[in-house]
Structures are given as C-alpha cells and as structure tokens.
C-alpha cells in the first residue's frame, strides 16, 4: 500500500479560508464581477444585481476598506462617487473568470454561456485556463502536488 502524502500544512497557510472570509459572499463576488465588466456607480450597481441599497453600501464600504476597490469622486458634487478596482482588486479576474468558466461548464443554459469572454489581441472567444508561468502547461488538480511554502510555520 503506498502511504498517502503528509497535507497537514495545507491547512495551516489558511489562505483560501482568509480569501473567502473577504470575498467568499455572494453579493461580494457578484459586485466584483460587475466591476471587472465596467460597471463602477452605486445606482447602476444596485439596478444590475437587483440588490438592497443597505447590502451594496455594506459590502462597497468592505471591499474600499480591504483595499479592493477605490471610492472615487466623480462629478462635481462631492457626494458622488464611483468605484474603480485597485490592483488588489484586478488580481482576483482569474478567480470570478475561473468561478464563471466552472458555472458555464456544469450549471450552464441549454443554448450555451450568457457572456464570453472576447480576447482583444486576437479577437477570439477566450478559453481561459491556469497555466504554469514556467512551461506554459495547463494546470490541474491532477498535475500539482501541495507542499509546504516558504510561509508555512
């Protein structure tokens, strides 16, 4: 019998467990998503999700408070405002892409995905996927092996 490999530390690093304690709530990602697709005022925001105005404060004050988004003035009357994805913010596109990919896949509309995703430089519907940044292979849950990293304690 081979012996399984030691995982233990895998829960140590806790990193998918803080990442969801910030954005692992519905109305949280599907603001992000909104974000990533341009939408950045709050009555445009609330009309798209069909979400409750006290929700989408909650969750907007949040994600500026995380530093995942910037509230930004923008008109002359100071009480306006947009909000603009910080870096932060735009690293998590793989993330909502992977979730939407994932949703296309095994709970998608008999007539195929209610948004793609057109790749600018070649004008294509983009297939997107995890590579590895070193050989350019796909990545899946059947080529990696969890292993401790250098914040494991």
Do not use: K
């Not at 990545?139 to 990293?149: L, M, S």
């Amino acid at each position: 019998m081979v012996a399984s490999p030691d995982l233990s530390h895998r829960f140590d690093g806790e990193s998918v467990g803080r990442a969801l304690e910030l954005v692992g709530e519905r109305w949280t990602l599907l603001i992000l998503r909104e974000a990533f697709f341009g939408v950045r005022r709050f009555g445009q925001l609330a009309r798209n999700l069909n979400i409750p105005r006290p929700t989408l404060s909650s969750r907007l004050r949040m994600l500026v408070e995380a530093g995942l988004l910037d509230r930004v003035p923008y008109s002359v009357d100071p009480e306006r405002h947009e909000y603009r994805l910080t870096a932060a913010g735009r690293d998590l596109f793989g993330a909502i892409v992977a979730l939407m990919r994932w949703g296309d896949e095994h709970l998608g509309h008999p007539d195929g995905p209610p948004i793609v995703l057109r790749h600018n430089d070649c004008g294509r519907v983009a297939d997107a996927r995890l590579t590895c940044a070193h050989c350019g292979e796909e990545i899946t849950a059947q080529n990696v092996t969890p292993e401790p990293g250098p914040g494991y304690t």
